[in-house]
């Protein structure tokens, strides 16, 4: 294995995956579902009740506002309905087969559109009746840092006209408070918190589904001192039907006999676990970084 200076460790997952040490890995980040190259692609997400969600007064404003802060490009919502229809389905296609596990929105908008963002856009009220219009973006070919913004304007109700007068106004105001954090960055690792990095194209989803598993979470040798995390390299294969095989898991060093129960453990419950088919059909190796 080559050796990876941390700082490159920390941005690219292809590289970080076959970095030598698990713990500087586990803190890096997923690889990207984007490349993140080109002009953005914007997709803006609307729930099915919200006000307006098929008409021009409200679609065109936020839009533009979108477009100009973001310099991007929007994505007509029928493309969007479709990409919807087809996770709904567990189709990566039209033409590919189902899936055990739906790929995610923004992995099949990604086939196509490099450097995508979601925008999700909805209207929160507080207890005084207070609204906002609030829209999360996230940049998925963007790192940790860039890769969740909000944006929000004051909303005195509910109806399409006030909607599209508080579109312009959107403003950046920070990450939303709730941003998910599977698959990005951290500083520090901590017991009991399953972190995963694969080197796989479109990785996140595939670590975001392995932080989420109880029984990987399990695995974890018992009895351990506050802030004892534990390393651990897994080669496997990802089936045609979004199932791992072949998997063989070791520790990343010492010599404790729970590190090599722990192993175990983890080879099981990686044979178990259902994810999302890879979008070609084909199987592909995969080298993960488990730290728990």
């Keep these: 294995m080559s050796r990876i200076p941390l700082l490159i460790a920390l941005v690219s997952l292809s590289a970080t995956a076959y970095a030598d040490n698990v713990f500087d890995v586990c803190k890096g980040e997923s690889k990207t579902i984007v490349d993140g190259t080109g002009q953005m692609s914007i997709a803006p997400i609307y729930p099915d009740d919200f ?14 506002r979108l477009a100009i802060a973001e310099k991007a490009k929007i994505l007509l919502g029928a493309e969007v309905d479709k990409a919807i229809q087809l996770v709904r389905d567990r189709h990566w296609s039209e033409k590919a087969n189902a899936c055990q596990s739906a790929p995610s929105l923004a992995a099949v908008l990604g086939q196509k559109h490099a450097n995508l963002s979601t925008a999700h856009v909805s209207i929160q009220c507080d207890d005084k009746t207070k609204c906002q219009l609030i829209v999360d973006l996230e940049r998925h070919g963007r790192p940790t840092a860039e890769r969740w913004v909000r944006y929000a304007a004051p909303l005195p109700d509910k109806s399409t006209k006030s909607i599209a007068a508080a579109a312009p106004k959107l403003k950046d105001v920070g990450p939303p408070p709730d941003a998910p954090t599977a698959g990005l960055a951290v500083k520090d690792l901590t017991t009991g918190t399953v972190r995963t990095r694969s080197n796989a194209d479109g990785a996140l989803e595939l670590d975001r589904s392995m932080e989420a598993s109880d029984a990987i979470a399990a695995c974890g ?25 072949e998997v063989q898991v070791h520790p990343f060093g010492g010599a404790d006999p729970a590190d090599k129960t722990a192993a175990e453990c983890l080879t099981k419950a990686l044979r178990t676990l259902q994810m999302e088919c890879p979008r070609d059909g084909k199987v592909v190796d995969v080298h993960t970084a488990i730290c728990l």
Excluded: C, F
């Design 221 to 245: 040798p018992k009895g351990r001192k506050p802030h004892d995390v534990r390393g651990y390299w897994a080669d496997w294969k990802l089936s045609a039907l979004g199932t791992a095989m």
């Design 51 to 64: 006000p307006g969600r098929t008409t021009r007064e409200v679609l065109y404003p936020i839009g533009v």
